[in-house]
């Protein structure tokens, strides 16, 4: 049962009995009654509880006590009744499973890496026939491996031979969704522990949160310089542990059609909408400082399901990166893509040179749905990103 059910169960069940009492003291009713008369005029002896229910006006014909009166208090602190789940699921896990075997290259950054023509020259560590350029961000896919004294030798596509680990990547999926949601939602990119009011002074409830762990938002208080998102009834977290998908099926100004992508760099969310239905959303990794991801309107302007990416922004090429087979890329803004990051342990944080980063799953389930010429729209609400197109180059992973 979900920490919120149970929640609302408890307050119900504390009503019911709350209200037994209440219809007891009222009726001048005592164990030792048994004649079960009316007592005094204005007791409401021999009326009935409501059936649980939120009643805006007086029913008449039934007493709104109990758990009919706890319901109207979560209704005032903005629950609805019934509490609901979000109307959404995880996407099918196999889409997290690329097509390629991802390996990294773990020599120090300022050291290239040989490649060999042969496993024999490879254990041997002689005759390279070139190197892969030093830098901090170096992947390869390969297609065999072989151990030699508890190391792995990996054979590339090529059918050249290098030393590197077999990397593992996350399985972190965003979620599908078969109705739109009544309330906005989010995860949490941060362990958390939530408080009962919107402060950092307020008393902790006990309640931990993981990372990438679903809330529904039900309301927002900006108190102690962040935002807070009230999750759960006196259970409140705050924006530096989680990330808000703001639910808005209307179309942007700049676009004219019904099938479009939002990507907000405050939050670090992503959200695919159609027709007025929000489909998919999920948390990213866009651009840091000073390698903004670029607001504005965008298309898709190409697909590709592998492609290599490489190249350095410093002059010394010191922070060199080499990113064999990036998964599921769509290019959107020059060299600014959504793609799949085999790279990434987590998301929600601004991370790249530019381009919108995504958990291999999400990669892959945006991959299939989107055609290109579908647009990309681009925002910041808090402002901080350079809005000047001129401050923008190329782009890059």
Known sequence: MHRSTRVLFILLLIGMFASMQ????????????????????????????CLPG???????????????????????????????????ASPDPKLSQIPVLIAK?????????????????AIAGSNPVRYLNAGGLRYVSYVYR?????????????GEWLRAAPAAYTDFQGLVFFENPKYDFGWIVDQATSFTAPSFSAAQTGNIYKREDVVQIYSTSDAEGVMWYLIGPNEWVNSLKARRVHFNPIPPETIYTERWITINLFEQTLVVYDQGQLLFATIIASGMEPFFTQPGTFQIYKKLPLETMQGAFEVDRSDYYY???????????????????????????PQSHGCVNLSPGDANWLFQWAEEGDWVYV???????????????PGAP
């Open 146 to 158: 072989r151990d030699h004294n508890g190391k792995p030798y990996l054979q590339l596509s090529s």
């Open 105 to 121: 290259i773990n020599l120090a950054e300022d050291e290239p890496a040989p490649l060999y023509a042969s496993f024999e020259d």
């Open 323 to 349: 990113l064999q087979d990036v998964p599921w890329t769509m290019y959107f803004d020059q060299s600014r893509a959504l793609h799949g990051s085999y790279w990434r342990t987590f998301f929600g944080y």
């Open 22 to 49: 209440l219809a007891f003291t009222q009726a001048g009713f005592s164990i030792h009654n048994e004649s079960y008369l009316r007592s005094d005029e204005g007791s409401f002896w021999g009326e009935s509880l």
């Open 54 to 88: 939120l009643y805006m006006v007086d029913p008449g014909a039934c007493l709104p006590y109990g758990a009919s009166q706890s319901i109207a208090t979560l209704s005032a602190m903005g629950f609805p009744y019934p509490m609901r789940d979000l109307p959404a």
């Open 379 to 393: 925002y910041d609400p808090s402002g901080r990103t350079p809005s000047d197109p001129d401050y923008y180059g």
